[in-house]
């Protein structure tokens, strides 16, 4: 649908980031930085493990 939709110059159906209020974008941005900070811990312990905080 996202192809059909360039080709004919339609509207996307995702909203752009704009849209979304100051929270919204920090907590988000604070959701993304914790699971980079444990994907990071989970890398430097070598993993291979199962994900701990799944």
């Known amino acids: 649908m996202g192809l ?3 080709l004919i110059g339609g509207k996307t159906a995702n ?4 849209s979304r209020t100051p929270r919204e974008r920090a ?3 604070a959701e993304i930085r914790k699971i980079d900070t444990g994907t990071a811990a ?3 312990a070598g993993g291979r493990g199962p994900r701990k905080d799944h």
């Open 27 to 29: 907590r988000r941005a």
């Open 15 to 18: 909203p752009p980031t704009a």
């Open 42 to 44: 989970w890398l430097r």
């Open 4 to 6: 059909w939709s360039t």
